[in-house]
């Protein structure tokens, strides 16, 4: 009797299938193909035997919940218009006006972006510095000296090589088609259009720039704006890990110290601030995992529990702030319910506000999450595993596919109503209205959308990390091994 087998496109013992060359091939790229397309997301089942959970997973699992609030940030404020810029981004009460949306610790999930952003800097800063500083600690000096160097090697290309893709792909598509989107302008020509493209973002790639760093995403995709910010907290790590490798111990945690007070305190460095408290966080696990940390923070250890539970409340809280933008957002904060006297608290040097307090949010959030059992475990389940692998492409893709299907759906269900969706699209206005009572935020023509516009995103964030994501990482790798000297070779020439 033939041996049993689950089928071609499942894990069975391949093995007991006999193929010939001829007709593995096709068959071969047939199954990779329908691997490419077919959404991970609706796997009944896992496509692998479950690995066991690295140390660090439960910082995956955060950065792939950051980004699903993120998703869920800019919906809400796309899909509510500027009504809802002005309820979810200032706080509860503030001009007397009371949204279930806006009370703090819910705000999270209608208004979270920024919190969010913070908490990918104190990741980056975590994990760009957690190998170089377990060397370190070692006294692998010149090993931890080779691993920064192939980290910087590799960031911008790793950082921006997914850019450049999704952009000219997006760029090219709008160009083409010609299908209508809210906020871009099309040149005469495709040639026109890729010149243009080009001239922009060369310049958003400069990590030096002193110009318009907006730019670029203003005119291709807004939400990349922070790109160039996390290459340049890159720049500042590597920096600093060069530049502290030989110190002592305590001598590196107060140089480190001391430069999330200049960051913070002395210049408008937030992102700095950030970048340094993600390193300092992973300098601090690291002699944790060797019983070396300092006596005066090892003494609290007993209660480090009760501690961080608290401490991540104040988190929440605090990465709610108001973040309304604009000329007269200092005054619109000091204002603001719950923020009167915390405003008070600002350092001169910081421009804009919200970012002091997101700082402290998002640094408590990534110290207090594995410190707490209940809360290392959530990010540590498949859901948040899954969103964090395709996190960057996520970031990347999601406020396409709101400005390309979100805007007509909004359109649609009578949630969204423009003058410009009067000239462009007329036949999108009210094409299927939906019920819009309930809390703002939790109406359900909102969620009717979010069927269609979630399962889209996130397939095209696996398609996009499938085919750019990974493959750049891969690319970038391969470039760097191709540029090292072999050891037999001279030092010139």
């Given amino acids: 009797m033939p041996a049993k087998f689950d089928g071609l496109l499942d894990h069975g013992r391949m093995e007991e299938v006999k193929l010939n060359s001829a007709t593995w091939k096709p068959l071969r790229a047939s199954r990779w193909s329908l691997d490419m397309i077919r959404p991970e997301f609706l796997a009944l089942r896992p496509s692998s035997p479950k690995k066991p959970i690295r140390r660090t997973a439960w910082l995956d699992g955060l950065r792939g919940f950051a980004a699903f609030m993120v998703y869920l940030h800019h919906n809400q404020l796309w899909g509510h218009g500027l009504h809802g810029n002005s309820v979810f981004e200032n706080s509860f009460g503030f001009e007397g006006k009371h949204y279930f949306a806006a009370l703090p610790f819910v705000r999270h999930f209608f208004s979270g972006g920024h919190y969010a952003v913070s908490i990918f800097f104190v990741i980056s800063g975590y ?14 000096h010149q090993t931890a000296a080779d691993s920064v160097g192939s980290a910087l090697f590799r960031r911008w290309l790793r950082l921006f090589l997914p850019v450049i893709a999704v952009t000219f792909l997006w760029m090219s598509q709008r160009h083409w088609t010609g299908i209508w989107i809210d906020f871009v302008d099309i040149k005469p020509t495709w040639r026109e259009q890729v010149w243009d493209w080009y001239t922009k973002f060369k310049n958003y790639g400069f990590v ?6 907006y730019e670029f995403p203003k005119l291709y995709h807004p939400h990349l704006w ?3 910010i996390e290459f340049k907290g890159s720049i500042i790590v590597y920096t600093a ?10 001598a590196r945690l107060w140089c480190e110290a001391g430069l999330i007070f200049y960051f913070l305190y002395i210049v408008d460095g937030w992102y700095g601030a950030l970048f340094m408290a993600g390193m300092m966080l992973s300098d601090l696990d690291l002699l944790a995992l060797d019983n070396q940390l300092p006596r ?6 007993d209660f480090k529990e009760l501690i961080f539970f608290h401490l991540f409340i104040v988190a929440l809280y605090l990465g709610g702030v108001p973040s309304c933008e604009g000329p007269d957002y200092e005054k619109l904060l000091s204002k603001s319910p719950g923020w009167r006297w915390l405003y008070h608290l600002k350092p ?5 506000a919200k970012w002091f307090f997101l700082f402290w949010a998002a640094i408590l959030t990534v110290a207090s999450v594995p410190r707490l059992p209940w809360l290392k475990h959530f990010f540590e389940t498949r859901f948040c595993q899954y969103l964090a692998r395709i996190s960057f492409a996520l970031y990347l893709v999601h406020g396409l596919v709101i400005y390309l299907i979100g805007d007509r759906l909004y359109a649609a269900v009578g949630m969204l109503s423009k003058e410009q969706h009067k000239e462009h699209i007329p036949q999108w206005i009210n094409f299927f209205p939906i019920s819009k009572k309930g809390p703002m935020g939790l109406e359900l023509a909102f969620w009717a959308c979010q069927l269609i516009i ?5 397939w095209a964030a696996e398609l996009v990390t499938k085919l750019i994501d990974e493959p750049s990482v891969k690319f970038t790798n391969w470039l760097y091994n191709k540029t090292l000297a072999t050891p037999s070779s001279p030092k010139h020439g």
């Fill in 127 to 140: 994990v760009l510095s957690v190998k170089s500083l377990s060397l370190i600690q070692r006294g692998q």
């Fill in 208 to 213: 030096f720039l002193t110009g318009d760093v």
């Fill in 226 to 228: 922070s790109i160039p």
């Fill in 241 to 250: 890990l060069s530049a502290l490798s030989r110190c002592t111990r305590n």
């Fill in 296 to 301: 005066f923070i090892s003494m609290f250890d």
């Fill in 348 to 352: 001169q040097a910081v421009y804009d």
């Fill in 454 to 458: 979630l399962p889209t995103t996130l």
